[in-house]
């Protein structure tokens, strides 16, 4: 008889299965796989993960240690006697031996379990152990369904310290047994390097893995790569990907601190890195092809390196997800009256897209993915003081450069009548609450809205930024490091945040809570949905 996933033994037995993906000893300093099969077999070397589910499809992601063909076999659970597909991708050196595949026609609102073996391509009589992870699709009906959210993973130099848990906001986000997780950028720190010991503010040393390629700034493929590979040593992020899917965007940090196109690497800091490429738009370019390849992400045939899309998951929630990197004119004062290349964050193509998605869409809740906040001032160039990175630019007044594009879109979903949307996001590695209220802002022309800010999942705290008032944002709450505890706060300092959201399927209520690292409530609000 077929074991369901509700039962307990299968859940034991999935949990351990997933835990154990990826076992890590120590060379010298230098972190690698403990092989324990047979040399002659392919490996799995990086765990399982899945992402961008729908109703009917999603994609699943691995990778192998050789040139290698990925099967996939599919169930309803996990005894596999009734496998519904079969299905197959090559992983090959130009991808490093990763490979992605979407599954198509999928019973909707089904725990969907798959199992991936590498099958190696010089030896095809050759295959390697199968591991199992799951995804779960999105409903076809009104029922309930939940999510997290957050961003920043291994920043500031604090990595893997195995003594300490390791990246334990992971464990927490999956005891709250999500339907998916949106990764709201900076999923790797590129230009990060990892050491072996960091001191922390309290006197204790902080011991982290390392890896060859965190060891200085990314700026070959290889290097970019080997970001993601160091994430994915984290027992943490193993269990989580192998049944939580991710809907992925990306940041500054999966290339360089606060790039933009085109960006001359000449800051101070580009300096202090010793970066030896000139320009951000080759770094940029290798960033992209790594996440691309390591992030579980559906792409299209017509923009392949294409990051902003809309992710339907059912009759109460639409997913979009932007893309406020790629697009956005250079980072400078931000005071420019009219509208132009200057200007650009999203740029003119994402925002008609945008707009045209709203109007369409007839989910009850749209959810805006945004990787950075909307009114939090963030400084484009930190040795200097100067400069705009997000899109506040600090004067309090009418909309001016950057914020051009979000009052205009902000007017438009007024015009279009366009309800229930909410922004989330991360980048500022604090959490907070933000009440956006025409009746207190410069700029009136929209409805209220919430924003909500939560990460760092695993990296250093910081904050809190100030308000820019030009939308009329009100903090409403805020965790944030005190003036007492400093910045840079090391995970174990327990101040790494995510959000939780709860829509319930006969209410269409939804719920937002902020936690922590150990998974507490710290505030909640239940937003009610306008309807007919």
């Known amino acids: 008889m077929a074991i369901q996933i509700g039962s307990s033994a299968t859940r034991r037995r999935f949990m351990a299965t997933s835990a154990a993906a990826t076992t890590l000893t120590a060379i010298g300093s230098i972190a690698r796989p403990f092989i324990s099969r047979a040399n002659d077999r392919p490996l799995i070397t990086h765990g399982l993960q899945s992402g961008d589910v729908s109703a009917d499809s999603g994609v699943i992601w691995a990778r192998a240690d050789r040139p290698s063909r990925m099967l996939v076999e599919i169930d309803t659970t996990d005894s596999f006697t009734n496998i519904r597909n079969v299905a197959f991708v090559d992983a090959l050196p130009e991808t490093d031996f990763t490979a992605k595949l979407l599954l198509e026609n999928l019973p909707p609102a089904q ?114 790569r080997g ?33 933009w196109p085109g960006e001359p690497l000449t800051r101070a800091e580009h300096q202090r890195k010793k970066y030896v490429e000139k320009n951000a738009s080759l770094l940029s370019a290798r960033a992209a092809r790594a996440f691309h390849e390591y992030m579980p992400l559906r792409t299209t045939q017509s923009e392949p390196g294409r990051v902003y899309r809309k992710i339907s998951y059912g009759p109460l929630l639409d997913v979009f997800m932007l893309d406020m990197r790629s697009y956005r004119g250079p980072n400078g004062e931000g005071k ?46 930190v040795d200097r003081k100067w400069g705009v990175e997000a899109v506040a630019q600090g004067d309090d007044g009418p909309p001016r450069g950057r914020e051009l594009e979000i009052a205009d879109i902000l007017s438009f979903i007024k015009r279009a ?79 790494q945040f995510f959000g939780h959201v709860a829509i319930d399927g006969n209410s269409q209520q939804m719920t937002v809570t902020l936690k922590d690292l150990d998974d507490r409530s710290l505030w909640a609000k239940t937003l009610d949905p306008k309807l007919g």
């Open 336 to 381: 420019e009256d009219s509208y132009g290349p200057a200007a650009y964050f999203l740029g003119l193509t994402q925002i008609a897209w945008l707009k045209q998605g709203l109007a369409n869409s007839r989910a009850t809740w749209k959810i805006i993915a945004a990787d950075m906040p909307m009114s939090l001032l963030v400084v484009y160039d």
């Open 417 to 495: 009548g366009v309800r229930n949307t909410v922004w989330i996001t991360a980048d500022v590695h604090y959490t907070a609450a933000h009440y956006y209220d025409p009746n207190k802002a410069a700029f009136q022309d929209f409805e209220p809205f919430w924003e909500f800010v939560s990460g760092p999942l695993h990296a250093g705290t910081f904050g809190p930024n100030a308000l820019d008032m030009t939308f009329g944002p009100q903090l409403v709450y805020i965790k944030a490091p005190s003036k007492d505890q400093g910045q840079n706060l090391p995970p174990s300092e327990g101040m």
């Open 227 to 259: 970001n993601y590979k160091y994430n994915l040593l984290d027992k943490n992020v193993l269990a989580f990907n192998a049944e939580i899917p991710m809907f992925a965007q990306w940041d500054d940090h999966e290339v360089t601190n606060n790039w």
């Open 111 to 224: 725990d969907i379990f798959y199992r991936v073996r590498f099958q190696d391509l010089a030896s095809p009589t050759i295959s390697g152990e199968p591991k199992v992870g799951r995804l779960r699709t999105a409903p076809n009906d009104r029922r309930s369904i939940s999510f997290v959210w957050s961003g920043d993973t291994a920043g500031q130099g604090w990595g893997i310290d195995e003594s300490r848990g390791g990246m334990r906001t992971y464990a927490s986000m999956l005891k709250n047994r999500p339907d998916f997780f949106i990764h709201n950028g900076d999923t790797i720190y590129a230009d990060g390097p990892i050491a072996a010991e960091q001191k922390m503010p309290n006197g204790q040393v902080w011991r982290n893995v390392v890896t060859e390629d965190k060891s200085k700034p990314a700026e070959t493929l290889t290097e970019f």
